[in-house]
């Protein structure tokens, strides 16, 4: 079956950088798109990036265009969202997502941007 697992999030203060990981399994993981969303409490998901599935397309919501950036390792059914210039408003939970005739999502891994 699908599966998404995300790491690597926690606490950073404003100006820091963070990666986040995404690891695939039971699907053809180079043929797919994978896209980064996040959400705040009360807000609807928001898509901030996306990677095509041979790693070399790419688009990126104007929110973090130019601080953000996604790649993946087909080698190791992973995908990376490495973030640098963080802000407070940066802070939300962050999901990792691949639609198979459906919305497959991980279980999210939170990042949390305070100095």
């Known amino acids: 079956q699908v599966q998404l697992v995300e790491s690597g999030g926690g606490l950073v203060h404003p100006g820091g950088s963070l990666r986040l990981s995404c690891a695939a399994s039971?699907?053809?993981?180079?043929?797919?798109?994978i896209n980064w969303y996040r959400q705040t409490p009360g807000r609807e998901r928001e898509l901030i990036a996306s990677?095509?599935?041979?790693?070399?397309?790419?688009n990126y919501a104007s929110s973090v265009k130019g601080r953000f950036t996604t790649s993946r390792d087909n080698a190791k059914n992973t995908v990376y969202l490495e973030m640098n210039s963080l802000k407070p408003e940066d802070t939300a939970v962050y999901y990792c997502?691949?639609?198979?005739?459906?919305?497959?999502w991980g279980q999210g891994t939170q990042v949390t941007v305070s100095s």
């Open positions: 039971g699907f053809p993981f180079n043929l797919y798109v």
């Open positions: 990677v095509s599935g041979a790693g070399i397309s790419f």
């Open positions: 997502n691949v639609l198979i005739r459906r919305d497959y």
